[in-house]
């Protein structure tokens, strides 16, 4: 029985026409998918592309928040208005910036926790100036950020804000100092004051800028003194251009401009 | 696709006895056989696939809803192939699925009882059954037929 079921078996065969046709369709196929996997290759180098030139333009700044009472802190911002770095200057900054989780919050959102962070509270119930520069390099954003934080210090007597250029402010970290505080410093030495870049450093805005007052002949600004009230050897520019970015040394010598709160 | 077309032929008609069928069926195990990703170790290993795909395709076109309500029982595979043969193959497509697919991997494709429950995913001694009885039942129906003539 056994070789009658393999004679029989033999006689079934796949036809020449059968085969060439499934041969047809199987090279159709092949060549369909070789086509998709290229696309899918394609696609994916081009998500990743994507990815890697977002990624580029994420970590890109745009602008930078130099807030200073002592401690002083910087939030790098990029143009999606999020906060892609943060720098602490001195003990007491470096140790605020750490109690603080600020990346990639929205530069308004870092801006409100460090402003009512409770060593940032502490420093304003005591008297201190809060002075808050905006570093501009792309001028829309650093225009938003400026009328932003304008609109947040109009309501404490004791703090500014203002636009600063960055050239101005260039070696400002190669010496220790945060941008704000560079920026009060260079004005301090314009006015023939010889202070260091470490004395600076270590004194808070309120003491600079007292300072500051006391070489130009002016009142002295709100400060560790007690002077406080909000006025300041600043404060004639503050009356204008709220929210817009002044050109550097358009103040009395001064290399920014600010906005006064109160 | 020289070295296993006449076996995936062989399972279709063995199942389907439909040409239309078998031609699908031809074509969908040679189509997953080259979009399929499995690294073969021996020609045997191959010959074992395209058996349990061709077997597993046919088995899964029996069972869909749709060829049930539309397909007619159309012979025509059968036939191409009877007036060749004759009655043994007619016997062995007449048996039930489960002896006339042991029946032929045994007797054809010359698998042992233990590679045969493997491929059908059956317990040997099921397949030990299968091939006896269906033995018995080629036996009676070829009996027949000669008595016949």
Known sequence: MEHEIVRAFQTVRAEESLKADTLERVLEAAARRRRRRRLGALAAACCCLALV?????????????????????????NRFDRVIA?????????????SLRLLHLSYAQAVDRVVESPAVAACLERGEWLSISVVELDADQGAEILRYISACTAGTENASCRAVDQASVACAHDLGLSYGKYQTYVEIQAAGGSLTAQEAGEM??????????ELEGGPAAGNGQGAGGGQSADSQGSASGQGSIPQTGQNGGHHGQDHHGG | ???????????????LKNHADTED??????????????????????????????INACKDLLRSFFRRRTVPLEQAAVQAVREEDGAVLEAVLALPEAYRTAIYLHYYEQYTAPEIARLLGKNTNTVY????????????????NGDGA
């Not at chain 1, 943060?86 to 750490?98: F, I, K, N, P, T």
């Not at chain 1, 808070?204 to 007052?213: D, E, I």
């Not at chain 2, 080259?34 to 074992?48: C, D, G, M, P, Y």
């Open chain 1, 53 to 77: 030139v977002l990624g580029a333009v994420y970590r890109t700044p745009t602008s930078v928040i130099s807030i200073d009472v002592n401690p002083s802190l910087e939030l790098t911002v």
């Open chain 1, 86 to 98: 943060v720098s602490g200057y001195q003990e007491d900054g470096e140790a605020l910036a750490a």
């Open chain 1, 204 to 213: 808070t805005m309120g003491q600079l800028r007292a300072l500051l007052a």
């Open chain 2, 1 to 15: 696709m020289e070295a296993h077309a006449d076996t995936v032929k062989r399972l279709c008609v063995l199942y």
């Open chain 2, 25 to 54: 069926i031809f074509q969908t195990v040679f189509l997953k056989y080259t979009l399929s990703s499995t690294a073969f170790e021996s020609a045997e290993h191959e010959r074992a696939w395209f058996i349990r795909v061709t």
């Open chain 2, 129 to 144: 059954t299968l091939l006896t009885r269906g033995r018995e039942r080629l036996r009676r129906a070829l009996e027949g």
